[in-house]
Each structure stands twice: as structure tokens, then as C-alpha cells.
């Protein structure tokens, strides 16, 4: 029972296969507010395609965040994404949604490659216009050992989980409450992390197209590692602008040019593809988000090769910061890693987002 109608905060929780991130926001009057965020790295190995390998490393590394910025809220969001991971968008003939929750299994069934009694699904109808004999619905599918996985660790760390949503719409959520959405406009969506690609194109702030593509910032350090002959360590502090001994900056630069042509190549097939499947023919901006979206000049080797205008999304343009917790010009150089976070933890129970 909440006795003083105080809403309970929810903190949202990116466990993504570099590292973890912790958001916390207080929805204030004036609009929200982040009141506390952390990052903690995991090492390699630990997830690998979405599945977690090691469960004590994660469970560590969220229990040590949590203590080191003193975050007491124990309600949390996470995310997930991948392969395991099955969006899709279904016509149906027109019903209510009790009807269709009664159906949906069955309806679902077809459009989902694994057996439908492993999937958790879920729906959201999208448009249901009076009258109209047909119906939009998106389906989310996500294999049930998956969130068995990700919930076990968290109740191991002391969370208890109580939001499951998917990285791409995380994304949307914290657009949508950042960024003036406009109907006519469509955007991409694009978070560029360690070994995943996630992208979602909304248009008119509904999401129409999400695609998680296996491609990431690790690629590019894997090539440095080989063709410097560093360890993975160094080869990471290599790629993030930093120096070791005995290897020349201009030729690490000219390896990470390379080797990101590869990202590029990766969101433009998958706007390619969005673009032909659509009859709507355009995207209009694009903004980039996750750890490689600082990979040097990506932002605009993107643009260059789509022709679409290109920036670094900003998950806190409209979100007031504690200025007497929080150092802002730290907050800015971690803003990129917080953006699934921060569209976590705007979720709340039972919400429909
Ligand atoms: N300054 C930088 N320049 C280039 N790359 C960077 C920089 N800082 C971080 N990265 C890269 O960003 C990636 C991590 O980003 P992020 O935290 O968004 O990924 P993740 O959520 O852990 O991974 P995923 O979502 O793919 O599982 C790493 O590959 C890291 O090397
Ligand atoms: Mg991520």
C-alpha cells in the first residue's frame, strides 16, 4: 500500500554483453528527473548472443553498481534482445482485445519459429479503427529460458523484475519522451553496442520496422587485436582513443575506419530493406545511440552512405538532472551507454508502453 500516493520508482537495467547500466528517474512534477545511473563493465564472454554464460559474473557486477551508488530501489526493468527475441506485426480480423488475448496463442502460432509453449508472448493492437473488418497487432515473442535467465540473476542480485520489454522499444520510449514527435516525420532509431545492432524506424513516434542485427563495436576491436597483435584490453583502449606503448595511433585509426564500414554497411541493409518493403519510401533522420556510436566519424559515414541526416541521440534532452548528485560533463561522456536504461526505467507495472 502506498499510504502518501508517492509513485514507486522503477530503476531500469541494461545488461548488455560489454557492460551494465543502471538508470533511476523520479517522475517529479516539472517531468522527470534522473536521480542516479552507473555502468559497470563485464567481461567478455560473460553473454554471448543475448545468453548469459556466466550468471555470478552479472550477478557480482549488479550487486557491486548497485552498493557503490547506493541505489535502494529493488523494483527494476530490464530488457532483452536478439535472436531469441520475435517482433512482428500481424493483420487479424477485427475483435477486442479480450477476444483476442483468449486467441492469441493460437493466432500467433504461425508467425513464430520456435513452439509456442517456449515463448512468453505478449500484444499491443495497434489500430482498430471502428468498422474496419481487420486489425493491426504486434506480437512480441521471447523465449521463456531467456527470461528465466535474466530474472533469476536479478532476484540473485536482490532485484526483483518487474517490467520484461525489449531493447529496440526501451529506445522508442526514450525518444518519444526526449524528442518533439511530429506525424509526418520518420526516424531511425539506431543503438550500435558491443555485439548488437539494435534499430527501430518509427513513423509519426509508432514503431514500424525493429531488426536486431549480430554486429557491433567488438568487431572492430577483434581486427585491432589481430592486426596490431595486442590483447583484447589493449586493443579496446586502442580503439577508444587511449595509448599503448609501442603501437602507432594513425594506423589503429585507419583500422577502425576500415573495419566500421562493416556497421555502416549493416544499418543500411536494414534500411534498404525498410524502404522497399514500405510504400512510404523515406527516413528523415537518424539518431544513434549505445558505446560505438562514438567510434570516430561513424555518425557521419552513416549519413554519407544513407544520404540521411545523422546525430547522436541525446537520452536527456527533456530529463532534469540532480545537479548535487550528478557531475553533468561525466553524465554527458556516459549519455550514448544510457539510452536503453533510460527508456527502461520509465516502465512501470502493468503499464503498456
Ligand atoms: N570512445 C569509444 N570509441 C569507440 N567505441 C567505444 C567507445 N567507448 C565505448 N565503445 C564501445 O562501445 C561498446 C559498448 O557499448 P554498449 O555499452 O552500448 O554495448 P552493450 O550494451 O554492452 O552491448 P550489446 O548491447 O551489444 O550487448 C563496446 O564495443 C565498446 O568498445
Ligand atoms: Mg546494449
Same mark, same amino acid.
Given at each position: ?115 509456442? *509453449?517456449?515463448?512468453?508472448? %505478449?500484444?499491443? &493492437? !495497434? ?8 486489425? +493491426?497487432?504486434?506480437? #512480441? ?87 596490431? *597483435?595486442?590483447?583484447?584490453? %589493449?586493443?579496446? &583502449? !586502442? ?8 603501437? +602507432?595511433?594513425?594506423? #589503429? ?87 536503453? *536504461? ?12
Amino acid at each position: 500500500m502506498d499510504l502518501f500516493g508517492k509513485k514507486k520508482n522503477v530503476i531500469g537495467v541494461d545488461i548488455g554483453s560489454s557492460s551494465i547500466k543502471v538508470v533511476e528517474l523520479k517522475d517529479t512534477k516539472k517531468g522527470y528527473e534522473l536521480v542516479n545511473y552507473g555502468i559497470a563493465p563485464i567481461p567478455s564472454e560473460v553473454i554471448v548472443d543475448g545468453a548469459i554464460m556466466d550468471s555470478f559474473a552479472i550477478v557480482e557486477a549488479i550487486k557491486n553498481l548497485l552498493a557503490e551508488k547506493k541505489i535502494k530501489t529493488k523494483d527494476a526493468a530490464i530488457s532483452v534482445s536478439g535472436h531469441s527475441v520475435i517482433i512482428k506485426k500481424i493483420t487479424l480480423p477485427a475483435m477486442t482485445e479480450e477476444e483476442l488475448e483468449e486467441s492469441i496463442q493460437w493466432e500467433a502460432e504461425q508467425y513464430i519459429p520456435f513452439p509456442i *509453449g517456449d515463448v512468453n508472448m %505478449d500484444f499491443h &493492437i !495497434l489500430e482498430m479503427a471502428t468498422g474496419q473488418p481487420q486489425m +493491426d497487432v504486434l506480437i #512480441v515473442a521471447v523465449k521463456k529460458d531467456m527470461i528465466n535467465d535474466y530474472t533469476a540473476v536479478m532476484s540473485e542480485a536482490g532485484l526483483n523484475t518487474v517490467v520484461v520489454d525489449v531493447d529496440s522499444f526501451a529506445l522508442e520510449n526514450m525518444y518519444c519522451i526526449n524528442y518533439d514527435v511530429t506525424p509526418e516525420e520518420t526516424v531511425a532509431l539506431v543503438n550500435i553496442g558491443a555485439n548488437g545492432i539494435n534499430i527501430n524506424i518509427l513513423k509519426g513516434g509508432t514503431s514500424t520496422l525493429t531488426r536486431d542485427v549480430s554486429a557491433g563495436g567488438r568487431q572492430i576491436t577483434n581486427e585491432i587485436q589481430k592486426q596490431v *597483435g595486442v590483447s583484447f584490453e %589493449d586493443a579496446e &583502449i !586502442l580503439k577508444c582513443g587511449g595509448e599503448v606503448s609501442g603501437v +602507432d595511433p594513425k594506423n #589503429v585509426e585507419e583500422i577502425v575506419k576500415t573495419a566500421s564500414i562493416a556497421l555502416v554497411t549493416e544499418v543500411q541493409r536494414s534500411f534498404d530493406f525498410y524502404l522497399s518493403a514500405t510504400q512510404e519510401g523515406r527516413i528523415d533522420k537518424v539518431y544513434l545511440s549505445g558505446g560505438s556510436s562514438k567510434i570516430k566519424g561513424i555518425a557521419g559515414a552513416i549519413s554519407e552512405r544513407t544520404g540521411i541526416p545523422t546525430e547522436v541521440g541525446n537520452p536527456f534532452m527533456k530529463i532534469g538532472i540532480n545537479q548535487k548528485r550528478l557531475d553533468a560533463e561525466n553524465l554527458k561522456e556516459n549519455a550514448v551507454f544510457l539510452c536503453v *536504461g533510460v527508456g527502461l526505467a520509465i516502465r512501470r507495472p502493468g503499464d503498456k508502453k
